[in-house]
């Protein structure tokens, strides 16, 4: 663990000696915030209601906004990052490291996220509440969104982990992260709350792990519907577990299986 540590306070160095790209975000969010004010009044004026199944203006419009969030807890290179080494060769001198593939992609994603909390959403947070205050916020339901998004990481890190990986076999795996990247988009929730969905497509997504990375941590943020329920907390952070389980299971299979392949010359 001292290795893997020491891994994350490594890359934390780097982002902290280069934060310009994250703090070109702090004038790009409040921008698209107050589009979302702007579009969201003019719908609910228009139809002339306080609510659109369930959620009324102010959770509406932070809705998009938390989705910017999760962008900024969960999202990482990971993929990209080992598409690199498998097609560049750097594999090779990678796996003589004293530390796993997986640890050291893992300690970039959190020293990267962590960078990203503390240069994007610490800004955010206080800019958004600034000019849209989140009524709805308690501190309990805070709490309940910051337990679910680290696990809602987790998920991304690992599905993000497996795409790298099928760089072996496809030779470039662009399409398979842009197929990833619609899914969670999608199906997650981030582009359409999941309420707006036919009961067939709800189904669907209760059976993925796409909607424990978006949808869920924003209902928690919220404080909406059954997101209010400790039971149901619970029972989300239970689901987040199994998933993660899951898909390192899987990213072990996978990773023991390409590794007999991989032949790796020169040096």
């Given amino acids: 663990m001292r ?39 003019s719908i609910y004026t228009y139809n002339g209601t306080a609510e659109i199944k369930g959620y009324d203006l ?68 206080i800019i958004y509440s600034l ?31 497996l795409i790298g990986m099928s760089a072996v076999l496809t030779q470039n795996n662009t399409g398979l992260n842009n197929v990833l990247t619609a899914a969670m988009t999608l199906l997650g929730g981030a582009m359409i709350p999941l309420d707006f969905f036919p009961g067939w497509l709800k189904t669907v997504c209760e059976a993925l792990p796409f909607k424990y990375i978006f949808y869920e941590p924003v209902q928690f943020f919220l404080n909406r519907g059954e997101a209010v329920s400790t039971g149901h907390w619970l029972t989300t952070l239970g689901i987040q577990l199994i998933w993660c389980v899951v898909l390192y299971a899987l990213g072990r299979f996978v990773w023991m299986s390409i590794t007999k392949k991989i032949v790796i010359a020169g040096g």
Avoid at 5 to 29: C, M, Q, R
Avoid at 86 to 110: K, N, Q, W, Y
């Fill in 131 to 161: 000019i849209y205050p989140p009524v709805f916020l308690t501190v309990l339901s805070f709490g309940k969104f910051l337990a679910v998004i680290a696990l809602a990481f987790c998920l991304h890190f690992l599905l993000k982990f």
């Fill in 3 to 41: 290795v893997f540590w020491k891994a994350v306070h490594l890359n934390l160095k780097v982002f902290f000696a280069y934060p310009k790209g994250f703090l070109f975000s702090i004038f790009i969010h409040p921008i698209i915030l107050a589009l979302n004010i702007a579009l969201f009044t």
């Fill in 58 to 125: 102010t959770q509406m419009i932070w809705y998009y906004a938390v989705t910017t969030f999760v962008w900024i807890f969960t999202f990482n290179f990971a993929d990209r990052r080992m598409s690199n080494y498998i097609l560049s060769g750097d594999l090779g001198p990678m796996l003589l490291r004293p530390i796993t593939v997986f640890r050291f992609e893992l300690a970039h994603a959190v020293a990267l996220r962590t960078a990203g909390v503390l240069f994007e959403f610490v800004p955010d947070m």
